[in-house]
């Protein structure tokens, strides 16, 4: 049983505790909406005007008062301009299937024994909600709220009339406060005019191909790394679009910071989607992008590094690409262990970006080098592979493409990797 002075001690301590969440406070700031609309990126088809801007940690701190990215929460600014004679529906289910409810954000930020502060969150989140319907000759604007996404976040905007009309805007947005590992790259400079080769035939195109080196190196180039598998031809714009569309993610920039936070992240076994890859080499210089598709564990992931190569094709850029396939986490110094069958990564790769409607056509070509089961090359991380050796050839498109249009170019057929390949 407790004595008297403990039980003034605990008195005091219930009474501390009532006050402090009893007092709670919910101070959300001013929306500056001229700020959006200077950062907004605005569509429009001559009918409906479509602005949309995503917020920053610091702004939604600033706005709402509470640390939304901190629950995976990011809120997107929608202002949406109707110049028709009928009223439009604005389906959030368009911009993230996953989005939060207003009542549902407010609910994941109540304080302990604060009701009135907590009714006056659910009022404000539910009055900053992009209204459902704009009706006509109007203009509303208001947040949804999505899934929290770093790098550039891709989206809809829907916008459904009254005869089940859809007009789509499609959005591609930098997050702000994260920077992207080809962030940095100026591209115009990588190459004076006298280094760029430009191709417009197709056999000589596909002879240039195969004559690419086998594989990246290490900084000094005193060993192979993981073998050239993949190349990408299409617009930067288009590729990363494509890329972004299916599902993978940027990667931070490479700095001391970075490489930390990656050694802590592949010791800890952390699942951290945007971490900074190992630098492979070739040109002289580490990749200029890389992105990463997450599967279901920290080891079960695709990395896909890509350099703008001197080439161009009809014009357009080449991109010269190496993708594996991680089984197996290790600890430092090895990291991660890919999929010995490289040329999984490879044919992942193709179906990624057909399902993804943004293949034209595709072809292989000779280069990488055969390797059998029985007689491995190893990476300069001691890693064992064996391969067909051909890379995949893609042409991407910023259009979506049907699966049946897509052309297969039938220069190489792959074949079943055996331990005499």
């Known amino acids: 049983m407790f004595n008297l002075r403990q039980k003034l001690w605990l008195l005091l301590l219930v009474i501390s505790i009532f006050t402090a969440y009893g007092c709670a406070t919910f101070k959300p700031g001013p929306i500056d909406e001229t700020l959006f609309r200077n950062r907004g990126l605005s569509k429009t088809d001559g009918v409906f005007k479509v602005t949309a801007t995503i917020l920053s940690r610091e702004e939604t701190r600033e706005i709402f008062g509470l640390d939304l990215y901190k629950k995976s929460i990011q809120p997107i600014w929608l202002e949406i301009e109707n110049n028709d004679d009928k009223r439009v529906w604005v389906p959030p289910f368009g911009v993230d299937p996953d989005y939060f409810a207003p009542f549902e954000v407010a609910y994941m930020h109540h304080f302990f024994f604060s009701k009135r502060t907590n009714a006056r969150m659910d009022l404000y989140f539910h009055e900053k909600t992009m209204d459902s319907y704009v009706p006509p000759g109007n203009t509303r604007a208001g947040f949804i709220f999505t899934n929290l996404d770093l790098g550039t976040k891709g989206f809809n905007v829907d916008l459904m009339g009254r005869n089940r009309e859809i007009r789509t805007f499609t959005f591609f947005i930098p997050v702000p406060g994260f920077k992207v590992s080809h962030q940095d790259v100026d591209w115009h400079r990588l190459y004076s005019k006298d280094e760029i080769v430009s191709y417009d035939d197709m056999e000589s195109f596909r002879r240039a191909l195969e004559e690419l080196s086998c594989c990246s190196t290490d900084q000094e180039s005193n060993k192979e790394g993981d073998p050239l598998n ?6 930067g714009k288009a590729l990363h679009q494509a890329l972004i569309r299916s599902g993978w993610y940027e990667t931070e920039s490479l700095n001391k910071d970075s490489l930390s936070k990656m050694a802590t992240t592949a010791a800890f076994m952390k699942q951290d989607r945007y971490a900074s890859m190992i630098p492979f080499y070739l040109y002289g210089r580490p990749q200029d992008a890389a992105f990463r598709k997450f599967r279901q564990k920290a080891d079960e992931r695709i990395h896909l590094r890509l350099w703008l190569s001197p080439m161009r094709f009809a014009g357009k850029p080449v991109w010269v690409g190496q993708i594996s396939r991680d089984i197996k986490v290790r600890f430092l110094p090895d990291t991660y262990q890919i999929e010995p069958l490289v040329d999984e990564a490879r044919t992942y790769m193709l179906q990624d970006i057909w399902y993804a409607q943004g293949l034209v056509k595709f072809g292989y070509v000779k280069g990488v080098g055969a390797a059998s089961i029985t007689e491995p090359r190893k990476t300069f991380n001691n890693d064992p ?23 297969n170019l039938n220069w190489e057929q792959p074949k079943k990797t055996t331990k005499d390949n």
Do not use: C, H, Q
């Open 385 to 407: 592979y064996f391969t067909d050796g051909y890379r995949l050839v893609l042409w991407v498109s910023s259009k979506p493409v049907s699966f049946s249009d897509v052309e």
């Open 230 to 235: 993949l190349v990408i031809i299409g617009r």
